[in-house]
């Protein structure tokens, strides 16, 4: 069995040794990291290669930051995607690319850890700059599969999407926000449309199964969260996947981050 995990971390430097635990008990041997917020060369790497984990990170500063630890192998890492869209905030700045996909062969598996732009607001700017992130992932996953259709390829990470209504607590409070609009549940769509299916759904029926919550409120006592986070496959993943949770103990507890981990089982 391989088994695959993803998890939005928000900052591993705050949360390495919370990270490790988990992997130990978790037994997992691919976890695909979001948010890691740091450079690469504050990356706390010893922590994993002493539990026999390699490690691809890309970072350029405290925003953003995705790592891919891998104890079957890591092979032709690539940072970014073709055609990943830049973002400059500034009108007449050149965009600059952002640390938000990384790609890596793991014990014959094609993983993508992915941070999904925000969107912000519905008026803001990033909302199209996610857009045109999102369809331009669309338009490269496509063209993988048609090239390597037997390549087992997973497509993870926090999407920063609530895909159907039962993915949010209370659909009200979302609607004049991001997240849910038309325009980012079509290009999630899109994607799964390509070929690649949510592989966990099926596993973590809902409504009211999240994978984050947000620390004001008292949101998760309350179980006011989303299903954000997810695990997509090419059908040759698919036809391999034999179990997936949502850990959401992990949320509990000081220092949790606002993630839990999704957690994909998959035969050799």
């Known amino acids: 069995m391989v088994r695959l995990a993803t998890w939005n971390v928000n900052s591993i430097r705050s949360r390495a040794d919370r990270v490790a635990a988990w992997l130990e008990r978790s037994d997992v041997d691919v976890l695909a990291l979001q948010e890691t917020k740091c450079r690469d060369d504050q990356f706390p790497e010893m922590v994993f ?102 390549l087992p390829t997973a497509l993870v990470g926090d999407w920063n999407i609530a895909p159907e209504n039962d993915d949010v607590w209370d659909m009200a409070v979302f609607a004049h926000s991001t997240h849910v609009s038309p325009p980012e549940r079509a290009a999630f769509r899109a994607i799964v449309e390509a070929g690649y299916a949510d592989v966990v759904r099926p596993y973590t029926p809902g409504p009211g199964v999240y994978t984050y919550w947000d620390y004001t409120q008292l949101r998760f006592p309350r179980r006011e969260g989303m299903r954000i986070d997810f695990v997509l496959g090419s059908p040759a993943l698919q036809s391999r996947v034999t179990g997936a949770r949502i850990d959401r103990e992990e949320r509990k507890g000081k220092g949790a981050s606002d993630h839990a981990p999704v957690v994909v089982d998959l035969t050799p």
């Open 49 to 150: 290669s002493a539990l026999g984990y390699e490690v691809a990170h890309v970072g350029h500063s405290q925003w953003n930051g995705v790592a891919i630890l891998s104890r079957i192998g890591i092979d032709d890492v690539q940072v970014g995607f073709e055609g990943m869209p830049s973002w400059s905030a500034k009108e007449g700045q050149d965009p600059a690319p952002e640390a938000r996909a990384l790609g890596a062969t793991c014990g014959g598996v094609r993983v993508w850890s992915l941070y999904v732009p925000n969107g912000r607001t519905l008026a803001d700017p990033h909302l199209q700059y996610k857009l045109e992130w999102l369809a331009a992932l669309r338009t490269t996953a496509a063209r993988w599969q048609a090239e390597a259709p037997d």
